[in-house]
């Protein structure tokens, strides 16, 4: 009797550690979406992870004045965002009676929980003093490391300061763990760029490049809270929010606000 030779892993398997990674989805019932579930999961994590290092790159390129440099950057996050949000898709083949039928296998976890979420979250300048003080204290290193630097939004308030705009001196000498405040002074500094786009071309393209990304996040948003009516109704979540009602009040939430603001003005 002849024995099946050894499995040598090819390279494609032993680079990116492919055995590992197919080892991770490892659902707790038989119910046929909770594969998914966990993939799509997974799949968004590791994403969050891809905007999270492109954001990094942006925020160091500001450091720099480097516009062009941040816009790219800036780009590619936007590119993932949308791969994020077409992630819901996957997801939403899953009938509800699909999901009850696994959901219960989750006891308290929840998205809240994600580090990975609230890095991005605070990349992005969303730094609630809940949340930070969580982190501060129980939280994921990741988030620790992140809370010492900058927001993105910070570093291009410090940019544009660096440029000549009048940035109010309370925004720029603000600790980095401090959530940044909308400021009508900074709204006026919008205003003014997109009144004359042509002599501040480098500021008009950052602030299109920004309004992207936070334009994708709040599309991310959106669509969660049209899966999780589609999926639960009027239930409460497995965090013991109310669901829904808690997701709505958070799809309200702008990043970079007087970005959005000053357009009233036009
Ligand atoms: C059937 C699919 C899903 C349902 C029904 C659902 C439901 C919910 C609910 C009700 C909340 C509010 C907090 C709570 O009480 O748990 C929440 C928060 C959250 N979910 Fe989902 N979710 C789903 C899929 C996902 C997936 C795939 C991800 C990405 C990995 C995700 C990421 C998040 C995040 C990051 C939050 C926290 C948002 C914040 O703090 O602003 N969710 N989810």
């Avoid at 550690?17 to 998914?36: C, I, K, W, Y």
């Avoid at 009508?184 to 480098?202: A, F, G, K, S, T």
């Avoid at 309004?211 to 948003?221: G, I, T």
Wanted: hydrophobic share 40%; proline share 5%; with cysteine.
């Amino acid at each position: 009797m002849t024995t099946a030779p050894e499995y040598l892993a090819p390279e494609y398997v032993t680079y990116a550690h492919m055995d590992e990674l197919h080892e991770l989805q490892v659902p707790r019932s038989d119910a046929r979406g909770e594969m998914n579930f966990i993939l799509i999961s997974h799949v968004k994590e590791l994403l969050f992870r891809a905007v999270i290092d492109d954001l990094d790159t942006a925020r160091a390129a500001l450091e720099r004045d480097d516009v062009a440099d941040t816009c790219l950057a800036l780009a590619r996050a936007t590119r993932t965002q949308r791969v994020l949000v077409a992630c819901w898709e996957s997801m939403n083949g899953m009938s509800v009676d699909e999901f009850i039928a696994f959901r219960h296998v989750l006891n308290d976890a929840s998205g809240t929980q994600s580090f990975a979420y609230r890095a991005l979250e605070f990349v992005m300048g969303n730094r609630p003093e809940r949340q930070v003080e969580a982190a501060v204290r129980d939280g994921h290193p990741l988030l620790r490391v992140e809370l010492e630097k900058p927001s993105i939004y910070d570093a291009v308030l410090q940019h544009l300061a660096r440029q000549g705009f009048s940035i109010p001196a309370e925004c720029l000498a603000k600790p980095p763990a401090q959530q940044h405040e909308s400021n009508p002074l900074i709204e006026d500094v919008w205003l003014q760029i997109y009144q004359h786009p042509e002599r501040h071309h480098n500021a008009h393209r950052l602030a299109e490049s920004l309004l992207e990304v936070a334009y994708q996040f709040s599309h991310w948003r959106a669509t969660h809270l049209l899966v999780v009516e589609r999926m639960l109704g009027g239930k409460s979540g497995t965090a013991g929010t109310d669901g829904a009602p808690w997701l709505r009040a958070i799809n309200d939430h702008r990043f970079f606000p007087e970005l959005w603001t000053f357009r009233t003005r036009m």
